[in-house]
């Protein structure tokens, strides 16, 4: 799985967003990935995958207060963004996406054919 | 502008000193790189007539391993964020979320009252609102 930098994937790639900081752990059945998304909601979140892709998008929403002024930001941009290449041995069929406290789990199977096998030495 | 509609920024606020502290410690200009390290979570504060809210970035916490104090007209936010531990025999491809303890301090105007707090935790972001102080009405004073 690599990360991918251009802007070529259609949808909402042309805004500005920002780079959501991930993990990604590999073991022998598939990949797992995390991904801080603080502030989104369910609705607000929007995970496309095909065979070659894997983009998160999403929006944050915060309950604003009416009338409030803002004096201090560090979270300038409303919406997050990253695109990852998915690999061949991935089944992008199988992935499974949790959302819980701003945190966005997803884990990739990979595809059976690409699952460990232990090799008899025949002699 | 897309960050006004999130977040609009008025320079001549109340809590400019505040934004002034905090720009020591946080490089504040809108980055597509998202957060320097060290500023777990991110704030973003603001205010109303009648209170002063506070947004803490922080997330995949449950609300009770918040350490929310407020002290001498300072706002501290607290706690510790377990790191997520890769099962064994994993290989780590990419680690960037944050792990271990974080403390983010903010001064308070002085016209907050400290006994009218409210803080919740949603979707990852801790907010905290705290009330003004009703404005010191004009009072007179008996001359005897």
Redesign the interface.
């Known amino acids: 799985?690599n990360?991918r930098s251009g802007t070529a994937n259609a949808g909402r790639a042309d805004?500005?967003?920002?780079?959501?900081?991930?993990?990604?752990?590999?073991?022998?059945n598939g990949?797992?990935v995390?991904a801080?998304?603080?502030?989104?909601?369910k609705e607000g979140l929007n995970l496309q995958i095909d065979a070659e892709s894997l983009s998160i998008d999403a929006e944050?929403?915060?309950?604003?207060?009416?009338?409030?002024?803002?004096?201090?930001?560090?979270?300038?941009?409303?919406r997050y963004r990253r695109v990852f290449t998915l690999s061949k041995e991935l089944d992008s069929e199988g992935i499974s996406a949790e959302l819980?406290?701003?945190?966005l789990s997803l884990r990739i199977p990979k595809a059976a054919h690409a699952q460990p096998r232990r090799i008899e030495v025949e002699g | 502008m897309l960050v006004q509609s999130l977040f609009p920024r008025d320079l001549f606020s109340m809590l400019d000193r505040l934004q002034r502290e905090m720009q020591q410690s946080a490089d504040v200009y809108p980055s597509i790189r998202g957060l320097a390290p060290g500023t777990f979570p991110a704030l973003n504060v603001g205010g109303t007539p009648h209170s002063v809210e506070i947004f803490a970035f922080a997330p995949g916490l449950e609300p009770s391993a918040f350490d929310v104090r407020i002290e001498k007209g300072v706002l501290t936010i607290a706690g510790e964020r377990s790191r997520q531990l890769a099962p064994d025999s994993a290989t780590v491809h990419i680690d960037e979320r944050f792990a271990g303890r974080f403390r983010r301090v903010v001064s308070l105007p002085e016209d907050i009252d400290p006994d009218a707090v409210q803080a919740r935790y949603r979707d990852g972001v801790l907010h905290i609102s705290i009330k003004r102080r009703a404005a010191n009405q004009p009072r007179r004073i008996d001359v005897t």
Do not use: C, Q, W
Not at chain 1, 60 to 78: F, Q, R, Y
Not at chain 1, 100 to 103: A, D, L, P, S, T
């Open positions: 799985m990360e805004l500005a967003a920002l780079l959501p900081p991930v993990d990604v752990f590999e073991d022998a990949i797992t995390y801080d998304l603080p502030g989104v909601a944050i929403a915060l309950a604003l207060p009416g009338g409030m002024e803002a004096s201090h930001a560090e979270i300038k941009l409303p819980r406290n701003g945190v």
